[in-house]
């Protein structure tokens, strides 16, 4: 069984950092992307960052702000978010794509969501 812990959610004024971590544990045999997501009420949920081994990448709304780093060895995705605004407010989601072994294919899994809140 698989799981993704996240944490580093919060409160923040405008113009402040968070670091939200998602690490990965339970029977992993290969870790491919992972990334990190973002829902507010009523909308979609949209991709903030992603890590992968063909590189990062980035939504538009976040570039030069938000940078996205993992460590393999600890199976964890950080998200450090500077400079945040009122509109980064929402739940953030972490993602990853997981095989269980090496004749399964990966399956995307997520983690519960942490709350980013961003106001005066």
């Known amino acids: 069984q698989v799981q993704l812990a996240e944490s580093g959610g919060g409160s923040v004024q405008p113009g402040g950092s968070l670091r939200l971590t998602c690490a990965a544990s339970?029977?992993?045999?290969?870790?491919?992307?992972m990334g990190w997501y973002r829902q507010t009420p009523g909308r979609q949920r949209e991709l903030v960052a992603v890590?992968?081994?063909?590189?990062?990448s980035y939504a538009d709304s976040v570039k030069g702000r938000f940078k996205i780093t993992r460590d393999n060895a600890k199976k964890t995705v950080y998200l450090q978010m500077d400079g945040l605004k009122p509109e980064d407010t929402a739940v953030y989601y972490c993602n990853a794509d997981i095989a269980l072994s090496d004749y399964e294919p990966p399956l995307e899994y997520w983690g519960q969501g942490t709350q980013v809140t961003v106001s005066s």
């Open positions: 339970g029977n992993i045999f290969s870790l491919y992307a």
């Open positions: 890590s992968s081994n063909a590189g990062t």
